[in-house]
């Protein structure tokens, strides 16, 4: 770009009069043009933020949802029961692991008000990040899905949107110093919990990504060719893709090493269940069925050895932990996918129930 | 703590004021420099900063050790006095290889061990997170011993000044690498920031976390998109992200740099140049002497010219080359793809070098912009290996340039446009200094265009992703 010129560090002969006041018109034309800016975007806060916010399905579903659980009012017969998952839960019409949970739990005469925490994408970070509000709705019990795919040495990096950033706005400040870990290896730095929360509460979160979309709006005014086209990467999303070595996964060597006990999402799993058995829930860890597998790098171990560790680690009991990787056939999942067809949910919610229901007796 | 981050932004700024506003001695300054890296370089791991400041105490005393013996006592030393020189230098040069061997390529040979014959899992010792910056700091302070031992430059009277030279915050995660003889004699007297260091920092950290934080990420995007799933990436696809991934990592290691010189320059400090418009270069020589340039001038003292050069007759030579580029590789990253990477650019000069030979210093007969063309995608085509981190990736995304497959998505104008800007950026600058462009605008226009980075940086910082470099 330039060389940095020896002049600008040391005494120069035609050193400029008037600096002071340089600066000045420098400082006070940048403060107005911010001022303009943020002037604008905060009386145009609602409509800016409208599309993005619409667009979230962990705040219009996920959380309305936790938020209706919270506060109903229970009958003592009834027992709050929580399950975590991401998209392995969903089974399609209508199917979902929770709910086949809840119907053998009622089957069983153990009536249950199940508030399945689940979306797509969703890991245990996250499920950390939701623990308070969870624990405010006082669960009896609470089911949590581990993903093998992120217990990998070196994860996948999660796609951009899957990190739901601004779900982080949720930790306390305890929990975010625990967290200090996963979040830095998610891309986020301490303070970023602290604003989104503010973002919140001076009513503007998502107003940066209803300013990134109003470009890509404005992009495409002019005869729609535009539209979409710096969008590229949101679209394409949507694509199952295996992800290979990414750069990222370079990256992930920073902070993440071989040691199952200090891999993050171990991390996370183990003060997810510390806190939940501190308020007396009954935990269960479940490590969902697969059709894939992946195989070990040279010096790594196999996937069943790593499981046991991450459990080992976490401080579960065997009794604690359901691994159900191997348990059905490639015909109950959905073409190439680890997706379940209807009946597998209704499998792994019996074999959840057969291990859940003599504890909670 | 990233520069790309709040933090960095509140950490700048309250160093700034610490430093210009509340200490006056020298001494002082430097003393609380040196704490402020210290504890940049915490904030990251507690526990490596003391990986640092030891291997920085040994270097430090190893230096005046090999200075005293070899220079201190006659001129020349003695026999012995430079043998001993000799054997603390070898010392001083495992003790800082070792450690970087063991950190960086540790799990790396092992898993190599356990790919060509059983092992057990990586044993917990050598599953050990790399420590930020190690390749960077190491080089520093093998320069700094060897300079010492050559006599090019006393070593430092003072650890501070010698421990903020390792450590210095804007350049130690990522560089550019310094030498002692650039950076040392700053240390001496006080640094003064003057009006125009202050507008070029200006210009540098506005710059800088554009093409960070606006073109590279927004590039990277796409990148990262074709890299992950090459067989379902159109043809027109694969050629935009083989320039688009060309401009990201230009963008993003010199956008690093222009923060880092910026930040340096608001301290008073300079960094040496790292950036010279790498993709105008007309040859793969002059490519490497336009690109990270701190590093190739680095390799390039304290290798390949050691190895021989270009003084030992041609096949000397291309042995050089090749050994100090496939070592140039593997110092990015420990994996076969950055050693096929180097190995590919050792390839690219060796047979420059034998063309050139060949023409005895002829004028080239060939334009210049069809020599840029051709560079540039040799360059280009060398990113896939690096970028796609296997073999396999990289062949997948090369097969695709040629599949005719179609577009099924809409053109990425956008992409396409940031490359232009990147191309024309390039171009502008081989007729003007784009400073001194900047310099002629008003300074209320300055300010209003300083405002609107900040919006933009804000707006888009949400998404950014982390510096490439930050991984070597």
Not at chain 1, 81 to 99: A, E, K
Not at chain 2, 95 to 109: H, S
Request: hydrophobic share 50%; aromatic share 12%.
């Amino acid at each position: 770009m330039l060389k940095a010129d020896a002049s600008y560090t040391s005494p120069s002969e035609d050193e400029r009069p008037g600096v002071a006041r340089r600066l000045l018109t420098l400082g006070l034309s940048c403060a107005v043009t911010l001022a303009v800016v943020l002037g604008w975007v905060w009386i145009d806060r609602q409509g800016v933020r409208l599309r993005p916010a619409l667009s979230d399905t962990m705040d219009t579903t996920v959380l309305p949802a936790l938020v209706r659980w919270r506060a109903r009012h229970r009958d003592p017969s009834v027992m709050g029961v929580v399950l975590f998952g991401d998209s392995r839960v969903d089974c399609l019409n209508g199917v979902t692991v929770g709910g086949a949970l809840a119907a053998r739990l009622r089957a069983n005469g153990r009536p249950a008000d199940l508030a399945e925490v689940a979306h797509p994408g969703l890991r245990p970070l996250q499920f950390y990040y939701l623990l308070d509000e969870v624990l405010a709705g006082a669960p009896a019990a609470a089911v949590v899905e581990v993903n093998p795919a992120y217990l990998w040495p070196r994860p996948p990096p999660p796609l951009r949107w899957a990190r739901f950033f601004n779900l982080s706005r949720e930790l306390s400040l305890r929990g975010a110093w625990r967290m200090r870990k996963p979040l830095a290896v998610d891309g986020l730095s301490l303070l970023d919990p602290f604003i989104y929360a503010l973002e919140e509460k001076l009513d503007l979160l998502y107003v940066a990504d209803g300013l990134r979309d109003g470009g890509q709006v404005l992009l495409g005014r002019p005869n729609g060719r535009f539209a979409g086209v710096l969008d590229w990467k949101r679209s394409a999303q949507d694509r199952l893709v295996i992800r290979g070595a990414l750069a990222e996964g370079a990256l992930f060597r920073r902070r993440v090493t071989g040691d199952v006990a200090a891999h993050p999402v171990t991390i996370v799993l183990r003060q997810l269940y510390r806190e939940l058995r501190q308020a007396g829930v009954e935990v269960l860890f479940y490590v969902p069925p697969q059709k894939v597998f992946e195989r070990p790098d040279p010096g790594e171990m196999a996937q069943s050895e790593r499981v046991e560790a991450v459990r080992a680690a976490i401080g579960a009991q065997p009794l604690e932990w359901l691994d159900l990787h191997a348990h059905l056939t490639p015909e109950a999942f959905r073409g190439f996918s680890q997706y379940l067809r209807p009946p597998g949910c209704e499998h792994v919610a019996d074999a959840i129930g057969d291990v859940l229901i003599p504890r909670l007796r | 703590m990233p520069f790309n981050s709040l933090y960095f932004v509140i950490f700048l700024l309250a160093v700034l004021l610490v430093y210009h506003a509340a200490l006056a001695d020298w001494s002082w300054r430097k003393l609380f420099l040196l704490a402020a890296s210290w504890l940049f370089y915490a904030t990251w791991s507690p526990r490596f900063l003391l990986l640092l400041i030891a291997t920085t105490a040994i270097d430090y005393q190893l230096a005046r050790r090999i200075y005293h013996v070899r220079w201190g006592a006659a001129d020349p030393a003695p026999a012995a006095g430079r043998r001993r020189a000799r054997w603390l230098l070898v010392l001083s040069l495992t003790i800082n290889l070792g450690v970087l061997a063991f950190f960086k390529y540790g799990e790396f040979l092992y898993r190599t061990a356990a790919a060509l014959s059983p092992l057990p899992p990586v044993p917990r010792l050598l599953s050990i997170v790399v420590p930020l910056g190690i390749s960077f700091y190491t080089f520093h302070s093998i320069s700094y011993v060897i300079d010492t031992y050559r006599g090019v430059r006393p070593p430092s009277g003072s650890f501070t000044d010698f421990a903020l030279y390792v450590a210095f915050f804007p350049q130690l995660v990522a560089g550019p690498i310094t030498r002692w003889n650039f950076f040392g004699p700053q240390l001496e007297r006080e640094r003064r920031v003057e009006p125009a260091g202050i507008e070029a920092a200006l210009f540098l950290l506005a710059v800088g976390f554009l093409k960070k934080v606006v073109c590279a990420d927004s590039l990277g995007g796409f990148v990262d998109e074709v890299y992950a799933d090459p067989t379902g990436t159109s043809q027109v696809e694969a050629w935009v992200a083989l320039y688009a991934y060309a401009f990201q990592i230009y963008f993003d290691f010199s956008g690093y740099t222009d923060i880092a010189t910026g930040a340096a320059l608001l301290l008073g400090f300079r960094l040496p140049e790292n950036f010279r418009h790498p993709y105008l270069a007309e040859s793969p020589r002059e490519f490497w002497r336009r690109w990270h340039i701190s590093l190739s001038t680095w390799l390039r003292d304290y290798l390949y010219v050691p190895l021989g050069g270009s003084r030992r007759g041609p096949a000397r030579n291309v042995m050089s080359l090749m050994i100090t580029m496939l070592l140039g590789g593997l110092w990015h990253g420990a994996a076969w793809a950055f050693v096929l990477w180097g190995g590919y650019h050792g390839v690219l000069l060796a047979a420059h070098r034998l063309v050139s030979a060949r023409a005895s210093g002829a004028p080239p007969r060939t334009p210049a912009w069809l020599r840029r063309a051709v560079t540039f995608h040799l360059v280009a085509l060398g990113w896939v290996l690096f970028r796609a981190g296997s073999v396999a990736t990289a062949a997948a995304v090369l097969r695709q340039l040629w599949s005719g497959q179609p577009l099924p998505r809409p053109f990425p104008l956008g992409i396409v446009a940031l490359v232009l800007l990147g191309a024309a950026t390039h171009g502008l600058s081989l007729r003007r200094d784009l400073l001194e462009l900047w310099r002629r605008v008003p300074l209320a226009l300055q300010g209003a265009a300083y405002g609107l980075v900040i919006v933009l940086v804000g707006v888009f910082s949400a998404e950014s992703g982390r510096f490439i470099y930050f991984a070597f």
